[in-house]
């Protein structure tokens, strides 16, 4: 059926995470709670213009991995303007990247500690790559604006 695997989502992330209140969510979309609700359930669809509204009031990244999956595209976070300079930008996201990349080796290594990656397991190690993979893209985008900043 039409966008079930995304309102499932929806569904799964709110309900299973404190992080994000579900009436709050449908605030700042700009729906009630009902409506919201019958789009979580799937008896209406998200709206192009809900989703992007939702993606900007729960700005987790399986939402954007699910919109984006079997494409050749990969999200990356924004560089947010901070207090810092260029060049402290640049070595903060060059950190976050081996942070990721350890993550990933770590689960990899608690994974492969009986012979075998259950499913769960197998789940946990996506997760990071996707992480890790964002940390990535989202240096190679700092590096383009730079270049870009520089050249003009």
Request: net charge negative.
């Given at each position: 059926?039409?966008?079930?695997?995304?309102?499932?989502?929806?569904?799964r992330i709110l309900t299973t995470e404190s992080r994000?209140?579900?009436k709050d969510i449908a605030?700042?979309?700009?729906?009630?709670?009902?409506?919201?609700?019958?789009?979580?359930?799937?008896?209406?669809?998200?709206?192009?213009?809900?989703?992007?509204?939702l993606i900007r009031a729960m700005p987790d990244a399986r939402l954007v991995a699910y919109l984006l999956e079997e494409t050749r595209f990969v999200a990356a976070d924004r560089i947010e303007n901070e207090d810092c300079d260029e060049e402290e930008h640049?070595?903060?996201a060059t950190n976050r990247i081996v942070l990721e990349a350890a993550e990933?080796?770590?689960?990899?290594?608690?994974?492969?500690?009986?012979?075998?990656?259950?499913?769960?397991e197998a789940l946990q190690i996506l997760?990071?790559?996707?992480?890790?993979?964002?940390?990535?893209?989202?240096?190679?985008?700092?590096?383009?604006?730079?270049?870009?900043d520089r050249a003009m």
């Open positions: 059926m039409r966008g079930e695997e995304f309102a499932s989502l929806v569904h994000y209140n579900s605030a700042q979309i700009g729906l009630e709670y009902d409506a919201f609700y019958a789009r979580m359930r799937n008896r209406t669809v998200f709206s192009a213009n809900e989703i992007k509204e640049l070595y903060r990933v080796m770590r689960a990899m290594h608690q994974a492969l500690s009986d012979q075998r990656v259950d499913h769960q997760s990071e790559i996707d992480e890790a993979e964002r940390a990535l893209v989202s240096l190679r985008v700092q590096i383009t604006e730079l270049n870009k």
